[in-house]
């Protein structure tokens, strides 16, 4: 079946440091892909997605492009803020059953 | 403002009683989902709905149920047979995959704790 899998965490930064990370995907034909990501005691926000192969999702900073060749969704930052500290979620949206399939959550910790 | 609505934000109840969760959108959106998380793990799906009137299990559905009578509302039913009910709960909705226009929006959650 269709699964997601990200890099496990914490990650843990300084300020203004590059961020990367890795998501990975097995889904029948070509999904959409999503980054969420969720503060202490929230729900999740859409951070970025991408409909369709080589497309580039990008928001506040953060990008992840459409990689059907290695089946990839990485997320990447130029240089975080302590504001960026929060868990991400890769996700896929399955084409035929409207599923919505969550990795485990990346957990990102930035100090000043 | 358009979102979606959880309530309440946390909620207590004793072991072997049942619980509903409210969830409420007015995003007029068809497709409404039911996930858990647990501490230090990802989004588990329950139940998701595609339309009035109709929805399906999804990877640990047993111990909950669903009702979907509304388009704007699809409450959850954590029922006594749900062996480990303490969890946060996640409320989301969408509409049908069409174009670029496929991602599904959140609800700010319930934690729930039995006693």
């Known amino acids: 079946g269709n699964s997601v899998t990200q890099m496990e965490g914490p990650v843990t930064l300084s300020e203004e440091a590059f961020l990367t990370i890795n998501c990975t995907y097995t889904a029948t034909g070509y999904p959409s892909l999503f980054w969420y990501v969720q503060y202490p005691g929230e729900g999740l926000q859409l951070l970025l997605k991408a409909t369709k192969a080589d497309d580039k999702g990008s928001n506040k900073g953060f990008e992840a492009t459409y990689r059907k060749e290695t089946t990839s969704f990485h997320l990447e930052k130029g240089s975080v803020q302590v504001s960026d500290s929060a868990v991400y979620f890769c996700?896929?949206?399955?084409?035929?059953?409207?599923?919505?399939?969550f990795g485990t959550g990346t957990r990102l910790q930035v100090f000043p | 403002d358009g979102g979606i609505t959880q309530s309440p934000k946390y909620l207590f109840r004793k072991e072997g009683q049942n619980v509903t969760l409210s969830c409420e959108q007015n995003l007029n959106h068809d497709a409404m989902y039911w996930y858990r998380q647990d501490p230090g793990q990802g989004l588990r799906l329950i139940y998701y709905s595609q339309i009035v009137n109709d929805f399906q299990k999804g990877d640990i559905a047993e111990g909950y149920s669903v009702s979907r009578e509304k388009k704007e509302s699809f409450p959850l039913t954590v029922t006594s047979a749900q062996k480990n009910p303490t969890a946060f709960y996640l409320c989301a909705s969408s509409i049908p995959q069409t174009g670029r226009h496929t991602e599904a929006f959140f609800g700010q959650g319930t934690r729930l704790t039995v006693v």
């Open positions: 996700a896929l949206r399955d084409l035929y059953t409207d599923k919505l399939i």
